[in-house]
């Protein structure tokens, strides 16, 4: 063992190390009887592939630096505590595992993104099963490949402002991640992307972060699927992203002005399929999108099911469920460039004397309530009203306001989804 | 003290007096006869008394009581309207039970004077909705009777009964007149005016012309029947007034 | 009064029309839950014909009711009672068996098909417009001799809150819509009895919508239990200014 001098004697009674061969790994074990600097000794000790067990304890080192591939286990969730001084785990080799701690004592700062755990550079990092406690930004990484990320439970600081708030998971210029499981609360974004490629996003619950649940940018080639993400200030937000794929999801309760359950922007080649949205004031915004399916969802009782802007082309619905919304569809202009096919309208009165399931005549989705409303927001409180449904069912019957393309052939009779009570 | 005071009693519709500068005592034991065309003022000056028309100008006392204060006073006040009409699913005996209630009598649906003799007794059980005019006017005579009133008003009391209990009805009348009742009557058969007044009021234009006994009346015509001796009478004073002026 | 409002109601409870009113209210609400596929498009659709109805029946009813009483008031005026008494004794019995109509005919099983805060809301916004337009009615009633007239001013009055109103209202918006009336939307709404009754519902099901505001009056108001509060209140003030102005009218009225 070469240690520095005055480690020596805390190396010999906390750290033992079992040697099975003189190449093999070995496992170090840190405990919480000694004063400070076990955890970073340990590593300082440990050779490259070595696995250090972390002992229930409080270890209140400061950041760490983790420059070397290392498993660092901890047994019955040790607290990790960073002391406010920066970075808590700071990682900057490839293969490294964190995996059950309990981390905490980040720097908020307007300068540095300070984490919990933050990886920088290094490929195959694994985090998994940690807990990170009132952290700024809890996981950070950048220019990392192939990370795994699972089963951490991320919990933010409800009583922060804003601006001294920062993301939950925070990816930048990564590849291959997979982040699964985790539950992110109380942050700035829930999960946040930027410049991050064929990754995949599974199981994750994101609540009450303050602006979106999740976040992402310049991503593409990524997939979301079974996440929730609900009561967060400003619900989804994707953009300027490409060949995303979300299934399974589910939009809840994200409410505010400018909230929605997902804002696409400038998106191309999406697929969005079998997703849920409930109670959002708006559920799915579509700004600038080309070539996006959107299928088999169901929008329940949100304000605006979808909002679509009339600079969108191609984007295709169908299967979809449309029940309880306050407004079905609203739109800026006329988004003739879209299609609406085969869906389910809570609001469709016409009949299937063919029982074939679908209506025999084509429901317009757009009232021309919405689009009074669309000039003077302020009209909501008209809504369901004897007045502006006589206004609909006029426009319905005697189309003169609006876009005539823009109609649901196929209305289906029933919804895909069966009933629901929501 | 008289039973019934109106002084100075007014009531102006629109532009129009129904009635005006009423000046009248009525006394114990008195039947009155009001009498007059159809709009002369009868019916206003009832529901004056009433309290259910609000006077415009003067007032009205019942037993030294002002109409238009406290309703006690309409204890002492039994109605019999010209037309009555009940809650329609309400049966006779439950309306003599609130009006029971009402007054506090204590008395029992079969008690009280005409309820046996119109045969109403028989007919507790029966719906008002489905009443005829007649018996409709049997259940307003037992009410107006039933809390031995001191001023009793009957409006046009006999119209729509048969005979027989028309007789009964003009019976109950004497009776309770005999007892100290003021009675106000208004009929348009002078027989029944020549039979129960001890004074008639004729009002005409809402003016009272006059308020006499119908001896007062025949003997200043000479004629015998009230019903030749009252427009002979109106008459004269017609022209005593055009030769007045 | 419990005298008259004992009676009254008994005349009430017998009265066809109570009855036919209940099951034409339960025959609605059961025959919408069954006829759509889906529950909350049933109450959503319920609530409209609900919200247009109830002020509806309950106005017209009251006044024909108070019309055809009117002998039998009279009768009650000469006795001795205070006119206050006879009036608040009507009113409340005619209250009491109309809104047992709409609880009973379409609350509780609004309650049974759909659970939920929402029909909550639509019940008792039926309720409370109930009671506003029995006592709207019954000052129709009051104050007009003849029963015709007053049956056409409660249609009239009826057709002004459920359609009128909304369409001046969005007409103000149109031809405001360059000034900030913005803060002035959510009061001017409450001048309409129909109006509150409609907005209690929405903040139930429309809330996410609602929220979509940041005109500030919109959040304070639309912040969940308070708006329903809110508008209750106003509801309240909606059925004691009318009946207020009835009993004036009523102790000052001749037959």
Known sequence: MRLARPLRPLAALLAVAWATGPLAAKTWTVGPAAPNGKLAAAVASAAPKDTIRVLQGTYAEGTVRINKPLTILGTGMPLIDGRGEGDVLEITASDVTIRGLRITGTKISNINDNAGIKVIAADRVQ???????????????????????????????????????????????????????????????????????????????????????????????????????????????????????????????????????????????????????????????????????????????????????????????????????????????????NTFNGNYWDRYQGYDLDRNGTGDVPFRPLSLFAMVNERMPYAVVLSRSLLTSLMDQAERLIPSMTPEGLADDKPLMRPPHGKSHL | MARVIFENTGKQYGAMWALRGLHARFEPGETVSVIGPNGSGKTTLIKCLLGLVHPSTGSIQVNGQPVNGDPAYRHQVGHMPQISRFPNELKIGQLIDLMDDIRSSGMDRAQGPLVKELGVDAMMDKRLGTLSGGQRQKVSAVLAFRYAPTVLVLDEPTAGLDPLSAELLLAAVRDIKRSGCTVLITSHLMEEVEALADRVAYLQEGRLQFLLSPEEITGATGLQRLSKAIPALLTRNAKAHVESV | MWKVYKYTLIDLARNKFVGGWLLLLLAITAGLFQLEDQPVKAMLSLSQVLLALVPLVSCIFAIVYLYDALEFTELLAVQPLHRSKILGGQLLALSTALALGALLGAGLPLLIFFPGGASLTLALACFMLTLVFTAIGALIAIKNREKARGVGLGLVIWFLFVLVYDAVLLWIMFAFSDYPIEPWIVPLAALDPIDLGRIMVLLKVDLAAMMGYSGAIYEKFFGNLRGILVAMAALAAWVAVPSAVAFKAFRKKDF
């Open chain 1, 127 to 337: 985090l998994t099963g940690n807990q990170l406690l009132r952290c700024f930004f809890a996981i950070h990484l950048s220019k990392a490949r192939n990370p795994l990320i699972e089963g951490n439970t991320i919990t933010g600081d409800p009583a922060l402002p804003e601006s001294q708030r920062a993301n939950g998971v925070h990816l930048w210029q990564c590849t291959g991640a997979s982040i699964i499981n985790n539950t992110i609360t109380d942050h700035r974004d829930g999960i946040y992307f930027e410049f991050v490629t064929d990754s995949h996003i599974n199981g994750n619950t994101s609540l009450r972060n303050n602006r979106y649940g999740l976040h992402f940018m310049f991503s593409n080639r990524d997939s979301y699927a079974h996440n929730l993400f609900q009561h967060n200030g400003a619900g989804v937000a994707v953009m300027y992203s490409k060949e995303v794929d979300m299934r399974h999801n589910s939009f809840i309760s994200n409410r505010g002005a400018s909230a929605y359950g997902i804002l696409f922007k400038e998106i191309n080649d999406v697929t969005i399929d079998s997703n849920r949205f409930t109670d959002n004031t708006t559920a799915m915004l579509v700004d600038g999108c080309n070539r996006m399916e959107a299928k088999g969802n169901e929008f329940r009782s949100n304000g605006w099911a979808v909002r679509l802007f009339s600079n969108a082309t191609a984007c295709n619905f169908s299967a979809n469920t449309f029940a309880g919304n306050t407004f079905d569809l609203a739109t800026n202009g006329n988004p003739v460039y």
